[in-house]
């Protein structure tokens, strides 16, 4: 019987966290959380209000009508929106940079961290964002600081995107990348940063079942639990 435990992974835009996470929660029995998609749903609520990214009163006066929630079944995590499953549509570029720059508002970070902190609290999870292991979870077992060069990160965002067939060039792409990472960084809140007690994993050079592995490693490592 494998003890519950938490595993934080943060890292920036294109990593490649979410994909690595959720293999490597498989592999172990544990919950995936992705909580970049709750930003993603508030970004998307204020997209479909008209209102512009850079309003923050405004976008702090829409969170008492939402309700983000997480649910995970047997199609892995689908995200609700007041009830309403928006786990396609925030797949967007636009949701994305949305999301990034709602993610700056103190209001709406103190308005996802309960509902975050609950789900670690009830489940063995792998939860991935940007502040899982500095903010969110600071007592998590294992913390992975995962990441990879701009390059990258750039190549596979635009494959993943031109795959599903949304019309994008590799420049634009860098671009949005280099911008969320500057503004990921350099907010006054939670900004993304490798906690101390994190491992770094850099993933440029490695495929996916690589970098499975090397979370699973150190995972094994830190837990004694082997996947
Ligand atoms: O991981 P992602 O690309 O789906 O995240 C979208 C945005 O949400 C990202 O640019 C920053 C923000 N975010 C955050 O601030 N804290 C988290 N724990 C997860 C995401």
């Given at each position: 019987m494998t003890r519950k435990f938490a595993v934080a992974i943060d890292g920036?835009?294109?990593?490649?966290?979410?994909?690595?996470?959720?293999?490597?929660?498989?592999?172990l029995g544990l919950l995936y959380v992705d909580?970049?998609?709750?930003?993603?749903?508030?970004?998307?609520?204020?997209?479909?209000?008209?209102?512009?990214?850079?309003?923050?009163a405004g976008i702090e006066s829409v969170l008492p009508e939402l309700s983000v929630t997480l649910r995970h079944g047997a199609e892995g995590q689908r995200v609700l929106l007041n009830g309403e499953d928006v786990s396609e549509q925030i797949r967007t570029g636009t949701v994305a940079q949305y999301a990034s720059k709602c993610s700056a508002a103190p209001a709406v970070r103190s308005f996802l961290l309960e509902t975050q902190r609950a789900l670690a609290r009830e489940h063995g999870v792998i939860m991935d964002g940007r502040d899982i292991g500095t903010v969110i979870l600071p007592d998590a077992e294992v913390k992975i600081f995962l990441t990879a060069s701009v390059e990258a990160r750039a190549q596979r965002r635009y494959r993943e995107l031109t795959e599903r067939g949304e019309a994008v060039a590799l420049e634009g792409v860098r671009a949005d990348i280099e911008r969320r990472d500057r503004q990921d960084t350099t907010r006054a809140i939670a900004p993304l940063r490798?906690?101390?007690?994190?491992?770094?994993?850099?993933t440029s050079s490695l495929g996916l079942t690589q970098a499975v592995e090397a979370v699973l490693a150190i995972i094994s490592e830190k837990t004694g639990v082997q996947a």
């Open positions: 920036p835009s294109g990593a490649g966290k979410s994909t690595v996470a959720k293999a490597a929660a498989g592999r909580t970049g998609a709750m930003y993603r749903a508030i970004g998307l609520a204020v997209l479909r209000r008209g209102l512009s990214e850079d309003d923050t490798q906690a101390e007690d994190a491992v770094l994993l850099d």
